[in-house]
């Protein structure tokens, strides 16, 4: 990480959004605070219903009727070409004409399930009419040629997507459209939920390419939300690790991967088994996770970590600077998590692949 | 060797999709397995690991080709012989969520198979279903014999299924993509309470996965077969594949696939395909159904010849022209 960060282009502080259910409050987001700097790549990783997908639905404020946000500012800064702020607004303050235009314009959002983002019955370039029009953009041959471009970028054939409907086109190709369509206003932000999920491998990498690639061109933060740490090391340049609706560890990637230091992102390490790790070291995180509406006092992780102390139990920590003022985690044990948790012969100790055993 | 628990020989299957449009969804597929071994099919959607799944559970019939459970041929069987078959060769779905009963409790969903085929009743059926309980590691077992699928998590719901397929004491299990629905933090206890059921009670297991990695994991001690449209393209002890992937196919899956270490992941050498576009079913290229994307092409003969399945080595075989060096 370099001493000066890049300026931050949203900065989330305090959000707390819970949903209403019938057996109480769910606090799927709990005080987060959070900044996305400009062109950076930013992964929130956890294990379903931890509260990342509803992070990035709290940004555009797309959350259903059940949710609702309870405090905190979600502040967004516009740059101008020679990186000046040029505007800076309270996602939460927009009126919801505002909010239509913010969510296209500064930031847009690729939900997971790539088919039921589209309209089934319309064309793909109706669908790009569509939100041209919704947001007095280029219509007609203009806009065909701006999405032929956009098209181009994503690695697909233009010609056939264009006047396809999305049934037609594979997984793969609709999670481009959609990233394509994304992009069609220029955002400097793009959410990203599950890019990857239910893809292929070959498929996947496609799309991991395509969004590297657009990275280095268009520079624009991307925040992506995945259960997937590969990807996260493949893409991201911080890696948040989001638990029971807190982040609980933060930092640049590389050293997120050599020093982690949350005993739960420790935890999700060991968790996946990698083509290069030996058997002996993958393990599961015991337990499960914690009932979002009646939660474990303290931190929330104690009923599963392995260092879980009488403090623990207690006191739910913050996050603090560890290694680096760049690497936060949350844990009053952070200082002997790695070593205590990940002996030297971890798997991303060993640059080689793992020797066969007899 | 001794005889194979499953033995399929040249099976295929094909699925009427219009009036005189067939596809093929497995073709030809030789392989044995013998008792108490875990095999792991891998391959992308559509490749028909899931069908070959189903054959051998003897939910679908191969429409050419035979299927042997030990050494008998199943398609004939009738009976008492019949339902050996089925009773020994157990299947554990994808979706815990839709493959239990919502409106049965625990202890009715595995009681079912333990009064009908064990004839147990009473406090025998009580213990029974505690007992299967705490092989998968649902413990203290009597917690969950009240409650209903939807009061338990996805990897609690999971062992309940492979407990069921456990009621009926089977030699054989067949898992299809049975953690993919799983929370990463808990998918390896759940395949190792998978592979210690395995080691206890002799089981065979086939694992049907999409992921390598975790293929690896799971057939440590065993065997990955990696399938493409319908063939087997490469079948070879887990570690020895992933280390020393001889067909084209499975090294492109292979540098593919994202590592969980930045620095490896982004510097990993990777081999880029030919063409991006899977051939559809409906219009299988001819010769080897790789060749219009793989990266060794050769020309003709890839174009014109089907290549077997034939040993390279001691354990791996490999359907592809290519010689062995390259």
């Not at chain 1, 929130?44 to 997908?53: D, P």
């Not at chain 1, 500012?73 to 009126?95: H, P, Q, T, W, Y």
């Not at chain 1, 041959?141 to 010609?159: H, I, N, S, T």
């Not at chain 2, 959607?45 to 030990?70: V, Y």
């Amino acid at each position: 990480m370099t001493p000066n960060p890049a300026p931050v282009t949203l900065s989330i502080r305090n959000l707390t959004i819970e949903y209403q259910a019938k057996r109480g409050k769910v606090q799927a987001v709990r005080q987060i605070n959070l900044d996305v700097r400009r062109s950076e790549a930013l992964a929130l990783i956890g294990e379903s219903g931890s509260g990342k997908t509803t992070i990035g639905l709290g940004i555009v404020r797309l959350l259903v009727s059940t949710a609702q946000i309870t405090s905190g500012e979600m502040i967004f800064r516009r740059f101008d070409a020679n990186g000046k702020v040029e505007k800076e607004f309270d996602i939460r303050k927009l009126s919801p004409e505002q909010m239509r235009s913010f969510r296209w314009k500064d930031c847009a959002m690729v939900f997971q399930a790539a088919l039921n983002a589209f309209n089934p019955v319309l064309k793909i370039r109706d669908q790009f009419a569509d939100t041209a029009r919704a947001h007095g953009y280029l219509q007609g041959a203009a806009l065909k040629k701006r999405a032929y471009e956009l098209f181009g970028l994503v690695r697909l054939d233009p010609e056939r997507v264009w006047n396809s409907y999305p049934h037609e086109l594979s997984g793969g190709m609709r999670q481009r459209v959609l990233i394509a369509l994304g992009l069609l206003l220029d955002a400097p932000m793009l959410i990203l939920d599950e890019p990857t999920t239910a893809l292929d491998i070959l498929t996947q990498r496609n799309i991991m390419d395509v969004l590297k690639d657009l990275r280095d061109r268009l520079r624009f933060s991307l925040v992506f939300i995945s259960h997937d740490l590969s990807l996260a090391a493949e893409l991201a340049d911080r890696i948040a690790t989001v638990y029971a609706g807190r982040i609980v560890e933060i930092g640049n990637v590389y050293d997120t991967f050599q020093n982690p230091q949350h005993p739960y992102t420790i935890g999700l390490m060991k968790a996946v088994p990698t083509l290069t790790a030996h058997r002996d070291n993958v393990s599961s995180i015991p337990g499960s996770p914690p009932d979002l509406i009646d939660m474990p006092t303290g931190c929330k992780f104690h009923p599963r970590c392995p260092l879980a102390v009488e403090k623990c139990r207690k006191e739910e920590p913050t996050l603090v600077p560890t290694t680096s003022p760049e690497h936060l985690a949350a844990c009053w044990r952070w200082m002997e998590a790695k070593q205590t948790l990940m002996p030297a012969s971890a798997p991303s100790d060993s640059p080689e692949t793992s020797r066969s055993q007899p | 060797m001794t005889q194979p628990l499953i033995e399929l020989k040249n099976v295929s299957r094909r699925f009427q999709v219009k009036r005189n449009t067939f596809i093929t969804a497995v073709s030809d597929v030789s392989l044995q397995i013998a008792p108490g071994e875990v095999v792991c099919l891998v391959g992308e959607s559509g490749c028909g690991k899931t069908t070959t799944g189903k054959m051998i559970a003897g939910l679908l019939a191969p429409s050419e080709g035979q299927i042997l459970f030990e050494g008998q041929d199943v398609t004939g069987l009738k009976g008492a012989a019949w339902e050996r078959y089925r009773l020994g060769v157990q299947m554990v779905h994808q979706d815990p969520y839709a493959s239990l009963n919502p409106t049965q409790t625990i202890f009715d969903i595995l009681a079912a198979p333990l009064q009908r085929h064990r004839a147990l009743r009473g406090a025998d059926l009580r213990a029974g279903v505690v007992d299967v309980l705490e092989s998968v590691d649902l413990t203290p077992a009597v917690d969950f014999l009240d409650k209903f699928p939807h009061q338990l998590s996805g990897g609690q719901r999971q062992r309940v299924s492979v407990a069921r397929a456990l009621t009926v004491n089977p030699k054989f299990i067949i898992a299809d993509e049975a953690v993919s629905m799983v929370d990463v933090s808990i998918r390896i206890s759940l395949l190792n309470t998978l592979l210690q059921l395995k080691e206890r009670n002799g089981l065979a297991v086939l694992f049907i996965t999409h992921d390598l990695a975790l293929a690896k994991y799971f057939a440590w001690e065993g065997r990955v077969g990696v399938m493409y449209l319908g063939k087997l393209a490469e079948i070879a002890p887990a570690r020895q594949l992933v280390e020393a992937p001889q067909h084209p196919y499975t090294r492109v899956l292979l540098s593919a696939i994202p590592e969980a270490d930045p620095e490896r992941t982004r510097h990993k050498q990777r081999i880029e395909l030919r063409s991006m576009d899977v051939p559809s079913l409906l219009r299988l290229p001819s010769g080897c159904a790789f060749h219009p994307r793989c990266p060794f092409y050769m020309g003709d003969v890839c174009k014109t010849s089907v290549p077997a399945l034939t040993l390279r080595g001691d354990q791996t075989w490999v359907s592809c022209h290519l010689p062995p060096s390259a």
